[in-house]
């Protein structure tokens, strides 16, 4: 079955520090991928995403690349602010159809101080 | 464009009452829409797959009439919490999709039972 591997949280940084979540995906055929962003007592945001190997999904700052040969698609930034203070989910979906579902990884809560 | 909202955003009931979430899509018309639930610090686990008109497919261990999912109309779904007891609380987030593969997300309902 399909599966997504997140890196443990909790992760904590310094503002402008370096930032990479690992993500790594278990799936048959060829899904599409993406990371989600969920901020303190609300919802999912979508913040990237990226449908076919290679291809590199990109926003706010945030790059993530899908690496076929490596199941992989980790989440980066160059210099990361307090208010990228959040949780961060890595999802695969299987079809490019509206009914497929979403397979979420466990999420790693990320801590970014002043 | 593609929100959407959920109605109420946080809710307290008594033990052995029943509870009604709406999902609503507000600028689309959402072909199928998923409803999770989350547990702290946990990922998303999808209860159940609604597509309009047509009666909710619940994922393996959802007990379907605990969790009665209507989906009356292209904009509108909602979750019935019959009989809460306080396991059953958690925060619950719907999402809602259009004909492209996209799933957008609600802002959530925070369910305490007591």
């Known amino acids: 079955g399909n599966s997504v591997t997140q890196m443990e949280g909790p992760v904590t940084l310094s503002e402008e520090a370096f930032l990479t979540i690992n993500c790594t995906y278990t799936a048959t055929g060829y899904p599409s991928l993406f990371w989600y962003v969920q901020y303190p007592g609300e919802g999912l945001q979508l913040l990237l995403k990226?449908?076919?190997?290679?291809d590199k999904g990109s926003n706010k700052g945030f790059e993530a690349t899908y690496r076929k040969e490596t199941t992989s698609f980790h989440l980066e930034k160059g210099s990361v602010q307090v208010s990228d203070s959040a949780v961060y989910f890595c999802?695969?979906?299987?079809?490019?159809?509206?009914?497929?579902?979403?397979?979420f990884g466990e999420g790693t809560q990320l801590t970014v101080n002043p | 464009g593609a929100v959407v909202s959920q109605h109420p955003s946080r809710v307290i009931c008594k033990s052995g009452t029943s509870v009604k979430i709406e999902c609503r899509s507000l600028d689309f018309q959402a072909t199928t829409m998923f409803w999770y639930r989350q547990f702290p610090k946990q990922s998303l686990m999808l209860m159940a797959t609604s597509n309009e008109g047509s009666k909710a497919t619940y994922e393996q261990g959802v007990e379907k009439d605990k969790f009665l999912i209507n989906h009356a109309s292209l904009t509108l779904s909602t979750l019935t919490v019959t009989s809460a007891h306080p396991e059953d609380s958690s925060f619950y987030i719907c999402?809602?999709?259009?004909?492209?593969?996209?799933?957008?997300f609600g802002p959530g309902t925070r369910l305490t039972v007591t």
């Open positions: 999802a695969l979906k299987r079809q490019e159809t509206s009914g497929s579902r979403l397979t």
């Open positions: 999402s809602a999709s259009k004909s492209t593969y996209e799933q957008y």
């Open positions: 990226a449908t076919k190997a290679d």
